[in-house]
T-cell receptor
Framework: GAVVSQHPSWVICKSGTSVKIECRSLDFQATTMFWYRQFPKQSLMLMATSNEGSKATYEQGVEKDKFLINHASLTLSTLTVTSAHPEDSSFYIC????????????FGEGSRLTVL | AQRVTQPEKLLSVFKGAPVELKCNYSYSGSPELFWYVQYSRQRLQLLLRHISRESIKGFTADLNKGETSFHLKKPFAQEEDSAMYYCGLRGGGGNKLTFGTGTQLKVEL
């Protein structure tokens, strides 16, 4: 099956610093990747759709200058949380769909961010 | 706009009992509906989708356009079914997948 890998799995940072999370599709190409945020015991909230070679599409209420998304290749998307604050602490999950395919999304294992 | 509602946060059943996880949606066009499952300490994975009309691990789900529902059912719950279940909707021709708030299924012995 298709594998999506996220790195790092968990990260702790100081308030005011920036953190980058990588999402890679290991054995397939993904024109589109999605970034979700999951609060404790809550659902996955779609933050943005990452499109290879173009700007990301952000959901309403998500600050694009706060959460920078770059999709530089067909196998890599990155999410950078800029000037992180404690309220940004969360579980960030990426998912990817095979290029040319419809339907199933493959999910990464998630990245736990804790901002002190 | 597309919206998914899972009314139950937690569903607790005994082993061998029938299970029904409810999912209702709101979408003006033709949606694609999915069920994803997340077992403890594992990543989210696809369980089934309505267009496949298949049974996976004994689970089935039928899209009811009249009631705008896509409930997940299993006649006899197993202990290994304990997990978090998310109903997802993808708008026809659209790209993004929107999830409901999820239902924690707990199967007790």
């Amino acid at each position: 099956g298709a594998v999506v890998s996220q790195h790092p799995s968990w990260v702790i940072c100081k308030s005011g610093t920036s953190v980058k999370i990588e999402c890679r599709s290991l054995d397939f190409q993904a024109t589109t990747m999605f970034w979700y945020r999951q609060f404790p015991k809550q659902s996955l909230m779609l933050m943005a759709t990452s499109n290879e070679g173009s700007k990301a599409t952000y959901e309403q209420g998500v600050e694009k200058d706060k959460f920078l998304i770059n999709h530089a290749s067909l196998t890599l998307s990155t999410l950078t949380v800029t000037s992180a604050h404690p309220e940004d602490s969360s579980f960030y999950i990426c998912s990817a769909r095979r290029t040319g395919a419809t339907g199933e999304l493959f999910f990464g294992e998630g990245s736990r961010l804790t901002v002190l | 706009a597309q919206r998914v509602t899972q009314p139950e946060k937690l569903l607790s059943v005994f082993k061998g009992a029938p299970v029904e996880l409810k999912c209702n949606y709101s979408y003006s066009g033709s949606p694609e509906l999915f069920w994803y499952v997340q077992y403890s300490r594992q990543r989210l994975q696809l369980l089934l989708r309505h267009i496949s009309r298949e049974s996976i691990k004994g689970f089935t789900a039928d899209l009811n356009k009249g009631e705008t529902s896509f409930h997940l059912k299993k006649p006899f719950a197993q202990e290994e079914d304990s997990a978090m279940y998310y109903c997802g909707l993808r708008g026809g021709g659209g790209n993004k997948l929107t999830f409901g708030t999820g239902t924690q299924l707990k199967v007790e012995l």
